[in-house]
């Protein structure tokens, strides 16, 4: 064996990534764990020490090993709008996102002094990006050939450089293989990991409700950013008939959230004036027609007086606020017509 190696192991805080590294470690790898921050992940702005989350975090010192966390650009979410293996059950990407990311560790490993990246991958275990075909893509189009080491299940793939070069045994490599849960419980018991996380999740992208927002707005031509990325997570999404989309908070946090993804984001705000009800964030700027839906949806979710039902409307950098007037509450017909 040659003098000793460090690698990236890509870090989710899943089990699989968690038992990736520890094995790497028991081989006699310096890991330093490398997670990548996804554009609607955690707070925006500067306050966001929601990021990593605990969960994340405190496995770092549990497995003595240093965590770097890099946040993923601009060019992630076009990579977005137009992947090219497509998109799984929803809005999820896992191919073109795999190469993203590998290809941005790539980049980093001449900073870090790093010879090899690694990930939890098992083949099999998911049906878009851990098949045979689509794992070699990976491998291929990040850069990383002959690099990129998937200790699980190495013994089902062929032979990396890093296997070859005797970085790491690959007698001491696994063999996991398929959905099954099951050999990676076992594995975390050996390695007396008491309390073993599930898979990772937490990506918004497969989840169907955040999916068809952002697919709206791609297929409406919107820029998006970091700050409209995180606006999806929030309220209920409306699209008029003259193409605006209308954010409809639904609870005082959401109120609080939108507020400030508005002034990141420059995005037009509409709130009641004199009677409780809900906070409207408008994409792009207003129109009569936006303007008048914006407010009659408010009127359906707040409690608004029964006539002069009036709001203010704030568009950041665009001077005092003006204030307006709707008739009143938009229907159900009207709201399940439009909503996303
Ligand atoms: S689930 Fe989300 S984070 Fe994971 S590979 Fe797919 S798109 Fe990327």
Redesign the pocket.
């Known amino acids: 064996m040659s003098e000793r190696k460090r690698a990236f192991v890509m870090f989710s805080g899943g089990l699989d990534s968690l038992l990736a590294a520890r094995l790497l470690k028991e081989l006699g790898i310096e890991i330093l764990l490398l997670n990548f921050r996804?554009p609607f992940s955690g707070r925006l702005g500067n306050e966001s020490p929601d990021y990593p989350p605990s969960a994340l975090k405190s496995r770092a010192p549990e497995l003595g090993c240093r965590l770097i966390v890099e946040d993923l650009g601009q060019d992630y979410i076009e990579m977005l709008r137009n992947p090219k293996h497509g998109y799984?059950k929803a809005a999820?990407?896992?191919i073109d996102?795999?190469v993203h990311?590998l290809s941005k560790a790539r980049g980093l490993m001449n900073r870090y002094d790093v010879s090899f990246v690694a990930t939890g991958e098992v083949l099999g275990q998911r049906p878009?990006?851990q098949r045979r075909d689509a794992m070699r893509i990976i491998e291929r189009d990040s850069g990383l050939d002959g690099l990129l080491l998937r200790p699980l299940t190495a013994k089902n793939l062929k032979p990396t450089l890093v296997e070859e070069n005797r970085w790491v045994d690959r007698e001491q490599l696994l063999d996991f293989r398929g959905r099954s849960r099951k050999p990676q419980l076992e594995l975390a018991a050996r390695f007396k990991i008491n309390d073993p996380p599930g898979s990772?999740g937490g990506?918004l992208?497969?989840e169907s409700a955040y999916a068809k927002r952002l697919v709206a707005r791609f297929e409406a031509g919107r820029p998006m950013t970091h700050a409209q990325m995180h606006i999806l997570k929030y309220g209920r999404h409306f699209k008029t008939r003259d193409g605006a989309f209308i954010v409809v908070s639904r609870k005082e946090q959401e109120n609080d959230a939108l507020k400030r993804l508005a002034v990141l984001s420059f995005n037009p705000v509409v709130t009641p004036e004199g009677w409780p009800g809900p906070l409207v964030l408008l994409e792009p700027q207003p129109s009569d027609g936006s303007l008048e839906f914006a407010g009659r949806a408010a009127a359906r979710y707040g409690k608004p007086p029964l006539k002069n039902i009036t709001f203010r409307l704030e568009i950041p950098g665009n001077g005092p606020p003006a204030f307006f007037e709707v008739d009143r509450p938009a229907t159900n017909e009207e709201l399940e017509a439009t909503i996303i």
């Open positions: 996804l799984g999820n990407p896992c996102c795999k990311m878009m990006s990772a990506c992208l497969t």
